[in-house]
């Protein structure tokens, strides 16, 4: 039996989040049903390396499991061909040592109506969030330890959405959706960088939570590991498909006028 890891993306308005939830259909959920149809009933381990709410995309979280078949490209072939709603983009041996939650960093995009915020100081208050602070006032808090560290925050803009690029080891529960209300908030005048920094310092304050569809984990790294890319003819019918769904969507709301 082999050790495999995949990264793997989903749209997470399909599912009720990663974690697996009694009479609902989530991540979890439709991955063991893709292994199950591809390598049979036995308990594959299944383990995620970052847990996404409902509503949070992903493109590339990354999950492990044991597998009886040895050609991998194969394997992630067989399971785009069985999936729905999930895509299995690249794949790696890995040993029993490896545990797929000690990620190097994991890298999240929010996207935020760029209409009507200041770019210079929506860029100054994510610089108040990078490096070490106790982000109590930026999660919802789960007993977890509250003080880490955020690597780097960039922002673009790009099509009228302005996009923040968050780079850390790990997060806590809804901390990239309250802070980046609290870049919207400062942005749009509606709250000053002496807010964030007092919240950053220990005082009482909230600026909301962002929506979650605005989420997306983009990539979970591991410098330690080489992944393959998938065969893309598993995934390109199926993504033609789904572009199809979205043009004529778009088209609806372009014709209300």
Not at 8 to 20: E, K
Not at 49 to 68: E, H, M, P, Q
Request: contains cysteine; hydrophobic residues 35%; proline residues 2%.
């Amino acid at each position: 039996m082999k050790r495999v890891a995949m990264k793997v993306a989903y749209l997470g308005s399909g599912f009720s989040g990663s974690q697996a939830q009694p009479g609902l259909r989530t991540v979890t959920s439709q991955v063991l049903d893709d292994i199950r149809k591809v390598l049979g009933d036995a308990d594959p381990g299944l383990e995620f390396s970052s847990r996404t709410d409902k509503g949070v995309n992903a493109l590339g979280n990354a999950i492990v499991f044991r597998s009886g078949m040895d050609d991998l490209n194969v394997l992630s072939k067989a399971l785009n061909s069985v999936s729905d709603g999930v895509f299995y983009r690249s794949y790696c041996e890995v040993d029993d040592g490896f545990n797929i939650r000690h990620a190097s960093r994991r890298v999240y995009r929010y996207a935020l109506d760029a209409e009507g915020i200041d770019m210079e100081k929506a860029e100054e208050c994510c610089r108040l969030f990078e490096g070490e602070h106790d982000f109590l006032r930026f999660c919802r808090y789960d007993g977890k330890p509250t003080r880490l560290t955020i690597d780097r925050i960039s922002c673009s803009e790009e099509e009228g959405m302005l996009f923040l690029d968050f780079e850390a080891r790990y997060y806590l529960w809804n901390m990239i959706r309250r802070i980046s209300s609290a870049v919207d908030r400062v942005g749009r005048g509606k709250a000053s960088l002496e807010d964030v920094k007092g919240a950053l310092e220990g005082k009482d304050a909230s600026f909301g939570v962002g929506r979650p569809d605005a989420l997306t984990l983009t990539d979970v790294q591991y410098d330690f590991l080489s992944f393959s890319r998938a065969d893309p003819r598993g995934i390109d019918g199926r993504k033609k498909e789904h572009l199809m769904d979205e043009r004529l969507r778009l088209g609806f709301y372009q014709g209300l006028r």
